[in-house]
């Protein structure tokens, strides 16, 4: 089934502590035919903002992002496998991880966790259910999906997402200077393609991802502010844009890693979608 045509036979399969390494096994052998991962991640908010000179607005939004990623911790992982024609595997298409999260010790802005409590998370099973990081970037290092040029990762305004699985992957705080943060990036995920940034080259597309959605007459399946829908619509919409490009847009991207927000890699958007709508035949 075409991504864009999603409904609710497509299952979102939670994981906590209990069933990871179960999960894991299953995602082993999907990636193997569903090379597609849309990706989306919550986490607790923006609690502190940088200081001093910056040499740019890129350079403000990346030791923003870079500050908050190191005093905080990733809350859930939403993965959405699929193939290059945007159908999914039989039966789970979507994993939902949670992490430990600690309302008591752990940081966090208050407003995005009262966000996340309205949206359904169970901060009480994070905290005594949720898997371990550490052990969770042990499973990721050697599931096939991370190092692998031939995996293409689908996400949305996703530089916050992108940080903390850097995070994650290395336990450790993330590079000062923007350039290293993308060296590392390109080591873990060679190929990234951001609907975020997408848009800025389609004349009729605009807002958050819901909006997004909206737009190009997607339905959720799942809850806004969960990671696994998220996903989930993530993807949808990716494979969206790709059957309406002679209508939203002028091309898509060969190019590889911008993300919205603190991406200098690009400097003619403009042509993104047009070397992208020359080659998709070949992804």
């Not at 939902?96 to 309205?118: A, G, V």
């Not at 996400?155 to 916050?160: C, I, T, V, W």
């Amino acid at each position: 089934m075409p991504a864009a045509l999603a409904d609710t036979s497509q299952i979102i399969c939670e994981v906590w502590a209990s069933n990871v390494d179960e999960e894991m096994r299953k995602i082993r052998q999907i990636i193997q035919n569903y090379n597609y991962i849309a990706m989306d991640t919550e986490f607790p908010g923006v609690v502190v903002r940088p200081i001093g000179e910056f040499r740019s607005t890129v350079d403000y939004q990346y030791q923003l992002l870079r500050c908050n990623v190191d005093l905080l911790k990733i809350i859930q992982l939403g993965l959405t496998f699929m193939n290059e024609d945007g159908d999914y595997p039989p039966g789970t298409t979507t994993w939902q991880f949670n992490f430990k999260f600690n309302l008591t010790e752990d940081m966090y802005s208050q407003d995005s966790i009262d966000l996340l409590q309205n949206s359904g998370l169970q901060f009480k099973k994070h905290e005594e259910e949720g898997i371990d990081t550490l052990y969770f970037a042990e499973l990721l290092m050697t599931s096939g999906l991370v190092l692998c040029e031939n995996v293409r990762w689908l996400s949305f305004h996703s530089g916050y997402d992108f940080g903390y699985l850097v995070k994650l992957l290395t336990d450790a705080r993330l590079p000062e200077e923007e350039h290293e943060f993308f060296q590392i990036l390109n080591l873990f995920f060679p190929a990234i393609y951001d609907v975020k940034y997408l848009m800025k080259s389609c004349k009729n597309l605009k807002g958050g991802l819901q909006e997004v959605a909206d737009q190009l007459e997607l339905k959720r399946i799942g809850r806004q502010h969960q990671a696994g829908s998220d996903s989930l619509l993530t993807g949808m919409a990716f494979f969206r844009m790709k059957e309406v490009t002679h209508d939203y847009c002028k091309s898509a991207p060969t190019f590889t890693n911008p993300l919205w927000n603190i991406s200098v890699h690009v400097e003619n958007i403009g042509d993104m979608w047009h070397t992208y709508a020359r080659n998709m035949h070949s992804f």
